[in-house]
């Protein structure tokens, strides 16, 4: 896995968590509309009904996949915080680590990258482009360690 393909996996997984907590939160929303079923009634309209219970279910299965992809962001981030911040000391190296670190474990755009440094936006792209080739040679070191 090249360097850049190992950042873009940790911003993946922040969509897949940021994903998977809508679902959730849709699930719970969907609670105001389950109601018990009726057993008193001979015969119900309308398809297969659903009952708190099968929403609760998923509910807790969609709780567990959340707690396992935030334990891999976590650890996937921890990780890349370690190789990031072992980037060797140079003239331009915080820059180089508020870039990485924004975008790729805090997800922010490019703009808002450009914006929180008071830079232009092509000057956050050349520091992005100098910030991947100092990360990829800690990167191998890790690696290879």
Same mark, same amino acid.
Request: proline share 2%; hydrophobic share 35%; no cysteine.
């Given at each position: 896995?090249?360097?850049?393909?190992?950042?873009?996996?940790i911003r993946n997984?922040?969509?897949?968590? +940021?994903?998977?907590?809508?679902? %959730?939160? &849709? !699930?719970?929303?969907?609670? /105001?509309?389950? =109601?018990? #079923?009726?057993?008193?009634?001979?015969?119900?309209?309308?398809?297969?009904?659903?009952?708190?219970?099968d929403v609760m279910?998923?509910?807790?299965?969609?709780? +567990?996949?959340?707690?396992?992809? %935030?334990? &891999? !962001?976590?650890?996937?981030? /921890?990780?890349? =915080?370690? #190789?990031?911040d072992s980037m060797?000391?140079?003239?331009?190296?915080?820059?180089?680590?508020?870039?990485?670190?924004?975008?790729?474990?805090?997800?922010?755009?490019?703009?808002?990258?450009?914006?929180?440094?008071?830079?232009?936006?092509?000057?956050?792209?050349?520091?992005?482009?100098?910030?991947?080739?100092?990360?990829?040679?800690?990167?191998?070191?890790?690696?290879?360690?």
């Amino acid at each position: 896995m090249s360097p850049k393909e190992y950042l873009y996996r940790i911003r993946n997984l922040k969509l897949e968590v +940021e994903a998977t907590k809508n679902e %959730l939160l &849709e !699930l719970k929303a969907s609670m /105001d509309g389950v =109601r018990a #079923i009726d057993t008193t009634k001979d015969h119900v309209d309308g398809g297969k009904p659903v009952d708190m219970a099968d929403v609760m279910g998923r509910i807790e299965a969609v709780k +567990e996949k959340l707690t396992r992809q %935030l334990s &891999e !962001l976590m650890t996937e981030r /921890d990780k890349a =915080r370690e #190789i990031i911040d072992s980037m060797p000391e140079s003239k331009w190296v915080s820059y180089y680590r508020y870039v990485l670190k924004g975008r790729y474990l805090l997800g922010k755009s490019w703009e808002m990258i450009a914006v929180d440094m008071s830079y232009g936006y092509r000057n956050v792209l050349y520091l992005h482009g100098k910030a991947l080739q100092e990360f990829g040679k800690t990167f191998h070191r890790f690696s290879h360690s």
